[in-house]
């Protein structure tokens, strides 16, 4: 078979374990050829300042800007190539906008934002379902300069709220509702709601209006889209050239406490980075289609459907709706109508496809296609040996995380076409120093197939977060703390590594749960429970499930236990309990069952036995338990679980 890798010509003789190791041994000397992918106005001046560690500042002195890399240098020579095709099967539309046809948006909404009084480093959340305006306003932040902290659209009013009060926005950009499934999902009642919630006021509300949700405007903050852009119909807004370490973005991830954390990027080192793994990674050519299943409300949907195909000079498809509706074809038919060569989801969709009819999957000429990418969650065998036969294409697993921004292992075909190994994402992508430490001594295990944390010797690679949003002190103890006294990047998760360098990722070391491939905290889930008044205490673990990966399960004690006395109450205030999450969180939170018992298993001080409960739940031994303070309190959650 003809390889479907393309190779550009000065890759064509290096060997990926030359690559790699030239990456990190010539750091400086590999990413100033990487720069060459983006456009510069103004060159930088050092590659790395790296004299104050943790932090690290990429291309430091060059002037850039992330819109005039991703649109604007590709009108001249592409304008009426597609860049943007929107798809929604929720709302039966498709439309199309060519790179010049972009432009004149983006500048639309641009100069909307800057009437709406946006400078300059200000904030603009963006709450908005899968529609073009929210891609036009991301892009329009970037253009001048401001910093979008876009809240995925399944969230509820009060994380919005607290992620209102984090990034001060001074616009919020929103919709009147999304739509799943041909459900109208209202979200304008739910930003007025967090609006009210939040110490920060925003100054304005900018709406589109889909025609989905009649909605409330309040008088003097609350602004129309439609009538905005009419104003600005013709305008021609420059970019704002900004210092490499510009903030481009935040956006919000679960960690171990119930506060989310706001992971910021800058501008020029993510662009690097995207562009290089747009040619060595992905091996997208311009002029081609990207189709990635995800949400702009995730970091995957800023990196690959947003910023790294349009950087690349791809068109990128924006697909609204289900995958399996109206039928498990509708991706491939997406990959047969627009050629789509490049496709990246995650396990759980696929998961999901796999339930179908097998016949949807051979419907549609694919011959376009050269790989599809997964990422988010494990990819198990089975998951990954259906897709691989039934598509006929190279699958390849690839790993990272909200902080990193792109993969930090994977296979780069783009360098040098390597087999795929079932079960692992592949080796060390170049520029991490990718190192397995021992959980005990924080030594680094330097043979085959030992147990470690998956860790990150400083500095990051370019693209990847520089802060916690205003908390570099967050930041450092949160990620750089684990072993004192060393410049190590903790990813939280478990690997190894086998004889010939594959890495395996076994899972989180802390509390973050993998839920269809959505990162959430189980204190976040824990403290909406606990804020029900019929709950005195709770635990929340995430359970192995064959679907969605993982799924949430909750425990709790409550304060008068005759509300649960017999099945009929214990479910419906099991009932009630799942709309408090659903309404403060957002459906995506919601535990897969609200559990009521008399204790939580606890050590002799007081911490939660998690783990314990984890195990009991998955059919595992629990572990050594003799610092649980009471035996009959796990009895009890196996007794819950065996019925
Ligand atoms: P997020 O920040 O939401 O992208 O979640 C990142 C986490 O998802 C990682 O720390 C891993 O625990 C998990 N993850 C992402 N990709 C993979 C993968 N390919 N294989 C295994 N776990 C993954």
Redesign the pocket.
């Known amino acids: 078979m003809k390889s479907p890798w393309i190779r550009s010509k000065e890759t064509r003789m290096t060997s990926y374990a030359d690559f790699y190791r030239r990456s990190i041994d010539d750091r400086e000397g590999f990413w100033r050829e990487q720069a060459d992918l983006i456009d510069w106005q103004q060159p930088f001046e050092q590659v790395c300042d790296h004299s104050h560690p943790p932090f690290a500042r990429w291309f430091v002195g060059g002037a850039t800007n992330l819109c005039h890399n991703a649109v604007d240098r590709h009108v001249k020579e592409r304008g009426q190539q597609n860049a943007l095709i929107f798809v929604s099967t929720e709302t039966h539309q498709e439309r199309i906008y060519s790179f010049a046809e972009l432009h004149t948006e983006v500048q639309r909404m641009s100069a909307s934002l800057l009437a709406l009084g946006v400078k300059k480093g200000d904030r603009v959340l963006v709450y908005m379902p899968m529609i073009p305006e929210a891609a036009f306003a991301m892009l329009a932040c970037a253009r001048i300069g401001a910093i979008h902290s876009v809240v995925f659209g399944g969230f509820a009013s009060v994380s919005l709220a607290s992620r209102i009060d984090d990034a001060e926005p001074t616009v919020i950009v929103s919709a009147d509702a999304g739509s799943r499934g041909g459900k109208v999902v209202a979200y304008k009642p739910l930003l007025d709601e967090a609006i009210t919630l939040a110490a920060h006021k925003p100054k304005k509300v900018l709406m589109v209006d889909r025609g989905l949700a009649p909605f409330d405007r309040v008088e003097g903050r609350d602004e129309d889209y439609a009538a905005l852009r009419e104003q600005h119909r013709h305008a021609e807004v420059p970019c704002e050239w900004v210092e490499s370490s510009h903030p481009s973005y935040t956006l919000y991830?679960s960690g171990t406490t119930g506060k989310p954390k706001g992971v910021q990027r800058d501008t020029g080192g993510y662009a690097v980075a995207l562009a290089a793994s747009m040619k060595h990674i992905f091996c997208g050519r311009a002029g081609e289609t990207y189709f990635s299943t995800s949400d702009i409300g995730?970091?995957v949907g800023h990196s690959y459907i947003i910023y790294g195909p349009l950087i690349a000079g791809m068109a990128t498809i924006m697909y609204e709706g289900l995958p399996i509706r109206p039928d498990a074809a509708i991706w491939w038919s997406l990959v047969e109508k627009y050629k789509v060569t490049v496709m990246f989801s995650a396990p759980t969709a696929v998961r999901v496809l796999k339930k179908q009819d097998p016949a949807a999957l051979s419907k549609h000429d694919l011959s376009s296609l050269r790989a599809l990418f997964l990422?988010?969650?494990?990819?198990d065998e089975p998951t990954a040996k259906w897709i691989a036969q039934s598509l006929g294409k190279p699958i390849i697993?690839?790993?990272?995380?909200?902080?990193t921004g792109w993969p930090i292992l994977t296979i780069c075909n783009g360098i040098e076409q390597a087999p795929s190994k079932f079960g692992s994402?592949g080796k060390a992508v170049y520029g991490y120093d990718v190192k397995l430490l021992d959980e005990a001594t924080g030594e680094e295990l330097t043979g085959a197939n030992q147990k470690g944390v998956v860790a990150i010797a400083g500095p990051l690679p370019p693209g990847c977060m520089q802060t916690v949003w205003r908390d570099d002190a967050r930041f450092v103890k949160t990620y750089w703390s684990s072993i004192p006294g060393k410049q190590l990047y903790s990813?939280?998760?478990w690997g190894i590594r086998d004889e010939d360098g594959y890495f395996f990722?076994l899972g989180?070391t802390d509390d973050v749960i993998?839920v269809a491939g959505h990162?959430l905290g189980t204190r976040e889930i824990e403290e909406s429970i606990a804020s029900h008044p019929a709950v005195a205490e709770v635990a929340v673990v995430g359970v192995a499930d064959q679907l969605k990966g993982q799924v949430a399960m909750a425990f709790a004690v409550l304060r008068d236990p005759a509300r649960a006395a017999d099945d009929a109450s214990a479910m419906k205030l099991e009932g009630e309990i799942m709309k408090t999450v659903d309404e403060q969180l957002g459906a995506v939170a919601r535990p897969a069952r609200v559990r009521f018992v008399s204790v939580l298993p606890k050590t002799r001080s007081g911490k939660l036995l998690r783990r314990a409960i984890q195990a009991v739940c998955e059919g595992r031994d629990p572990g050594d338990l003799t610092t649980m303070e009471d035996p009959a309190a796990l009895q009890q959650v196996k007794d819950l679980v065996a019925h």
């Open positions: 991830t995730w970091v990422a988010g969650e494990p990819l697993d690839n790993y990272w995380q909200t902080e994402p990813t939280f998760d990722i989180r993998n990162r």
